[in-house]
């Protein structure tokens, strides 16, 4: 079976070529947000649990087996998140009632205020670079890099 270079139509685009380019973009995102980061004492894949709750419903808890899934880190790797996001006091470890073997994560107040500082700081940042794009190419851009997600996650 051919692959994606093997064809004889020159216009088609190699996979290589799409790597290149999605590793391009994502330099310039990171350049662009790891100051935002910095500002604000998080580190980016912290933020990434802070947002997970921040957007899960009040009182914003979540388990830990969720949070890893949703992630798509180990638990051993969610761990250490935890502990940082903890000793920060942006989050807290909950028992459930019931079951004390159990733990719930909790976005704290201090943990809310920071994740929303940096979503909006974000929002900014980023929003300067896409204002040249249409509604239109923004929402193509939006479900190609959904599709492309659904793919690697479907290969892993």
Known sequence: MPGLADTE???VVTAFEVFRSIERA???VNAMTQPVYQRQGVIRVDFAVLDLLLRSEPPHV??????AEELAVSTGALTSRLDRLED???V???SVPGDRRRLQIRLTDEGR???LLV???LDRSV???LRSMTGTQLESLTALLDALESSTLATD
């Open 9 to 11: 139509e020159p216009e």
């Open 26 to 28: 994502a330099s310039t």
């Open 62 to 67: 979540m388990a830990p087996s969720q949070l």
């Open 88 to 90: 920060a006091r942006l």
């Open 92 to 94: 807290r470890r909950l």
């Open 113 to 115: 205020r920071r994740a």
């Open 119 to 121: 979503t909006n700081e």
């Open 127 to 129: 929003g300067r670079v």
